[in-house]
């Protein structure tokens, strides 16, 4: 490694280690969490203050109990670990489903069960999050919540090899009128998102307690993946599609490809298959980053849509999930490009998502495009996701992931082996 890169790798991990501490970290720490009645809010809105009557979301709970438990494992912060615990609690006494198993989608303020439906995408989360609080806590209870909800998501979601299909009723059955929700308004029977979670959950639980079985359902779930989802003409992945494998959707996610890029290494050296993946893993990243670069002002666009060009929105999560596809692909290539992509990029971030008054990051960039069809993209997106700082669209897990993931492979990348 040359010394430029280097010195840059060291500048990115010191600057990852003070936006979590000081802006990150206190905001998911301090407004969450209600002291007195001991109950997560669901909403935080863009000024930080809290809504005590909106449902909450188990998207929201499971990240939450995700990062907590990350930062706990690489930190030690004990504030994490009671965070951690609260959020643990909250989900096996308010969201397990405790006929049929698995976990209620959301529930009302006062914890009555809302949305019943068993979302293939939350179920993930919450094996993803019971995995690593179980990993980084040792709790053997948390480990077979996790290994049950898998079990139940294989015998009645798994509908192929490798695949799972979006959502069915609360005492799982797969009827077609459940598949429409807001993720997947087209009501396809397989949405990309739900099969890279799934991924990522038998990733998580494969890393809190390694087994053969687990190496090959991570092993067929990348085959589907492969098989069903990759365009490979294009080397992008489809968003959605029917259950004769064919596109629904053709817009290009580029927070998904950046996403897939590197749990997809990561899961292929837990089964062994990096060489089936290795050099897509890198084709992804750099696609992308050829594509969705503004040039002019900088940052990440949302992504594209064929005859309707790009979205030119610029929301945080896909900047942070770039972050650590770069240095996924610069570790894996080591070319400079990747590194000099994300030293780039991580001043884009600290100068227009970061909120260094209110904590966190902002939902988006301002968008410096005045032509009418940009204008309607901004409006879309805030309409559909909002302007808060915390819901259910508005987690910590990319922001946390992101600068824990800086840290990490910095330390590997610049610590001598011995």
Not at 33 to 38: A, D
Request: proline share 3%.
């Amino acid at each position: 490694m040359n010394k430029d890169d280097c010195k840059a790798l060291s500048h990115l991990a010191t600057r990852a280690r003070h936006v979590l501490e000081t802006n990150i970290h206190p905001f998911w720490k301090e407004k969450l969490f209600n002291e007195q009645t001991q109950t997560f809010y669901s909403y935080i809105d863009q000024h930080g203050r809290p809504d005590t009557t909106h449902p909450l979301n188990a998207i929201l709970l499971t990240r939450m109990l995700w990062a907590y438990s990350a930062v706990y494992e690489q930190s030690g912060d004990t504030d994490c670990l009671r965070l951690a615990e609260a959020a643990y609690k909250t989900l096996l006494n308010s969201f397990r489903d405790p006929l049929y198993g698995g976990i209620f989608y959301q529930i009302q303020a006062d914890s009555t069960p809302l949305v019943l439906q068993k979302r293939t995408f939350a179920q993930a989360f919450s094996i993803i999050a019971l995995a690593r609080y179980a990993k980084a806590t040792g709790s053997n209870e948390a480990l077979l919540e996790a290994r049950n909800t898998h079990e139940l998501l294989l015998q009645h979601a798994q509908t192929v090899r490798g695949g799972f299909t979006d959502t069915l009723t609360r005492d799982w059955r797969d009827e077609a009128d459940e598949h429409i929700w807001w993720m997947n308004s087209q009501g396809a029977p397989f949405i990309f998102n739900s099969q890279l979670h799934m991924l990522e959950a038998a990733i998580e639980l494969q890393e809190a307690a390694p087994s053969g079985k687990g190496s090959n359902q991570i092993k067929d779930q990348i085959t589907f993946i492969l098989q069903w989802f990759l365009d490979y003409t294009n080397n992008h992945l489809f968003v959605s599609i029917s259950d004769q494998a064919k596109p629904i959707d053709e817009t290009i996610n580029f927070s998904n490809e950046l996403e897939t890029a590197y749990l997809l290494r990561r899961a292929a050296r837990l089964c062994g298959d990096i060489q089936r993946v290795d050099p897509l893993c890198t084709a992804l990243v750099r696609n992308v980053m050829l594509l969705a670069q503004d040039k002019t002002h900088g940052g990440l666009f949302f992504s594209s849509h064929g005859q309707q060009g790009l979205n030119r929105c610029k929301v945080w999560y896909v900047h942070a999930e770039a972050m650590v596809a770069l240095l996924d692909a610069y570790e894996a290539t080591k070319e400079s490009c990747f590194l000099n992509w994300a030293t780039e990029l991580w001043k884009f971030i600290e100068e227009h998502l970061i909120d260094w008054e209110g904590g966190e990051w902002f939902s988006s960039a301002k968008n410096p495009y005045t032509d009418e069809v940009s204008i309607q993209q901004q409006r879309t997106r805030d309409n559909r996701t909002g302007k808060e700082k915390a819901s259910a669209y508005k987690c910590p897990y990319h922001t946390v992931r992101a600068c824990l993931e800086i840290n990490r492979r910095v330390n590997q990348l610049t610590t001598p082996a011995r």
